[in-house]
Every structure is written in structure tokens, then in C-alpha cells.
């Protein structure tokens, strides 16, 4: 994520890797910032993990999913960032 970030920075407010997914609370200042920042994420991922597991071009990381809602910036952004914050404790794997 470092790597995307530093190619295509963007606020990060909160995140958390799961082992099936992951999430990320991102508050882009400008219009693009995000359609910039997630493909960028994604081929990074895709490489490394296609790397570490000896494999290329194959598999559910190469679909590009992702899902996108805006947040207001009041108790709503609160609650969301408690829940990706408290993923990992609520899945037992912390």
C-alpha cells in the first residue's frame, strides 16, 4: 500500500488487511484522486502477491473489485472508521 500511496497519494484515514479482503478509508481532495489511487493499489497487490506465489495472471485479485461510498464527514465518518478499525477484533485475529 506504501507504493500506491507514494505514487498516487491520497488520505488515508483508516484501513485494515483481512486475509479474504480489506478496507480503506480514503478522503481524496480532488476529483480523480480515487479512480488514480485503486487501479495503482491493485496492480501492486497483483504483482506481489503473483510473486510470492510463483503465478501470474490468474485469480480473484485480478478482477479489480472494489466498492466506493461517500462518507459524510460528521458521526457517519466516525462510525465507519470504529468499524474498519475494529475488523481484525471482531474476526478474532488480533
Known amino acids: 500500500m506504501l507504493l500506491a500511496l507514494e505514487q498516487q497519494p491520497i488520505r488515508l484515514l483508516a484501513s485494515c488487511v483481512m486475509p479474504n479482503h480489506g478496507q480503506l478509508v480514503l478522503w481524496p481532495k480532488d ?37 466506493s461510498f461517500p462518507i459524510e464527514a460528521d458521526d457517519h465518518l466516525d462510525t ?13 485475529l488480533v
Open 31 to 67: 476529483d480523480g484522486e480515487l479512480t488514480a489511487f485503486v487501479p495503482c493499489l491493485m496492480q501492486t497487490h497483483t504483482l506481489r502477491k503473483h510473486a510470492r506465489d510463483y503465478r501470474s495472471g490468474t485469480g480473484h485479485f485480478d478482477q479489480g473489485h472494489f466498492k
Open 80 to 92: 465507519v472508521l470504529r468499524y474498519v478499525e475494529r475488523n481484525a477484533l471482531r474476526a478474532n
